[in-house]
């Protein structure tokens, strides 16, 4: 689904991503985890050139994202983002949200688009809310909205930003419950997050980052239990 | 006490008259003002340095010199250039126009700078050409934040337009001082048109307190 080789990313002097070769599978969900300022949000947001790398390859499909400048935005309509801070549009209702770019960009019918939305919102329980405004909704509510709202376009892959870090804690299961019944679709998934139990129980492969370098990777059960290096082991220490 | 309205009567249709002649050439000016200002605004947050140049260069020179002279070189000194003999209504609409528009593209940056940057991520993320993005997610937030900062120029713009008087325009101002030679008496036509442009400013003001009641709805 998605190839990553020699991905470096420098933001002026300060390199950010070091070196990192990896891969995610169609239908895998990876979490990518690793101390604050270790790479993982970068790295994340490389994979749809939110961030441009500053050398590397990104392959999608068997397509070059470094090379295919002028597709960027056919590219990003197949990768789904999902944001810390939600950026709903907050001028817009929750089902125009979900129906402004299927419309606007893949020229979807009105009312086939606000269909589709309405069985997305189903999906993520807000069915009641459609007429609502972000403003009056709660962080775990808007996080949902957003999650339906980048499936809205139909991706093949969602890309997550440390989807709960920003939500009080008593919404953070209902967040995580859509994620994991997303992920039991069988959706290819990328996550950053600080999430541990959604690591351990969801993931099909943790990616652990530390200053930018890809420090280990493998499934969740060896990494948690039995973590190969140092770096990792002390990271797990101080979070678990 | 010096006070006679009623010799004034009999020039008050000629008077009122000039409500529509100065809402002509505000309505044009605004209009004007309002689009070239968004693309200047465009042009400034562009990364193609020369346009960003070249939108500041504009704004300084227009925000740096009096409109009255802005207004003077349009009527007076152009015509000696190209030979073309502006009539004083189009010189009022580009002066006004062009002038508001350097002071509206300043507002309007302002307001896109301050739209918060995960909404054009958001955007991005989306697919979203860069035109739609601004025309229907950056620009309806931007203007919500700036429509006080907004009408003011538009005020501004309107008290302002009694400048045009200077180039024999026959606008409300320059119908008062018709008035006041005529009857050998200022005070009262000179009341008269300031009653009526404070009539004018208070409809923008409550035209503009309408807009953002519409604009509240999401909040």
Redesign the interface.
């Given at each position: 689904m998605i190839k990553v080789e020699k991905l470096h990313k420098s933001f002026g002097n300060h390199e950010v991503l070091k070196d990192i070769t990896t891969e995610i599978k169609k239908g895998q969900v990876v979490s990518i985890i690793g101390p604050s300022g270790s790479g993982k949000s970068t790295f994340l947001r490389c994979l749809?050139l939110?961030e441009t790398p500053t050398s590397g390859t990104i392959l999608i499909g068997g397509q070059n994202l470094m090379e295919s400048k002028k597709d960027n935005?056919?590219?990003?309509?197949q990768?789904?983002?999902v944001?810390q801070?939600f950026?709903?549009?907050?001028?817009?209702t929750v089902l125009e949200n979900l129906t402004?770019?299927p419309i606007?960009?893949k020229g979807e019918k009105k009312s086939v688009a606000e269909e589709k939305a309405r069985v997305l919102l189903k999906r993520v329980g807000l069915s009641p809310k459609e007429k609502a405004?972000?403003?009056s909704l709660s962080g775990g509510q808007k996080q949902r909205v957003a999650i339906a709202?980048?499936l809205a376009?139909e991706p093949e892959l969602m890309l997550f930003d440390e989807p709960t870090s920003a939500l009080d804690p008593e919404m953070v299961k209902e967040v995580l419950d859509v994620m994991k019944d997303l992920a039991k679709s069988g959706m290819t998934m990328a996550v950053v997050t600080h999430e541990m139990g959604f690591a351990r129980e969801v993931a099909d492969r943790v990616l652990f980052l530390d200053h930018g370098v890809l420090v280990e990777e493998g499934n969740p059960v060896e990494f948690f239990n039995n973590p190969r290096t140092d770096r990792a082991r002390d990271f797990l220490e101080k979070v678990l | 006490m010096n006070l006679d309205f009623s010799q004034m009567v009999p020039y008050i249709p000629f008077m009122l008259e000039g409500i529509w002649v100065t809402l002509k050439f505000v309505f044009f000016a605004i209009i004007l003002g309002a689009i070239f200002g968004t693309l200047l605004a465009l042009c400034k947050i562009s990364h193609i340095k020369p346009l960003r140049w070249a939108a500041d260069a504009y704004t300084s020179v227009f925000r740096g010199t009096p409109l009255i002279l802005q207004l003077m070189i349009i009527y007076y000194a152009v015509p000696q250039l190209t030979g073309y003999d502006i009539d004083a209504f189009l010189a009022a609409i580009l002066a006004f126009g062009l002038n508001s528009s350097a002071y509206i593209s300043e507002i309007i940056r302002a307001g896109i700078q301050a739209v918060?940057k995960?909404?054009m991520?958001?955007a991005?993320?989306?697919?979203?050409?860069y035109r739609?993005m601004m025309k229907?997610?950056i620009l309806?937030?931007a203007l919500?934040n700036i429509l006080p900062a907004l009408m003011n120029e538009f005020i501004t713009l309107t008290k302002e337009s009694a400048i045009v008087s200077t180039i024999g325009y026959l606008d409300l101002m320059r119908r008062a001082q018709v008035v006041g030679a005529d009857l050998f008496r200022n005070f009262e036509p000179l009341l008269f048109v300031g009653v009526i442009y404070w009539c004018l400013v208070m409809g923008l003001t409550v035209i503009g307190r309408m807009f953002e009641r519409r604009?509240k709805?999401?909040?």
């Open positions: 749809n939110l935005q056919k590219i990003r309509q990768i789904g983002m944001f801070h950026h709903l549009f907050p001028h817009m402004y770019a606007k960009v405004y972000p403003s709202r980048a376009m | 918060d995960g909404q991520e958001a991005h993320a989306l697919g979203i050409p739609a229907d997610i309806p937030q919500k604009l709805k999401s909040d």
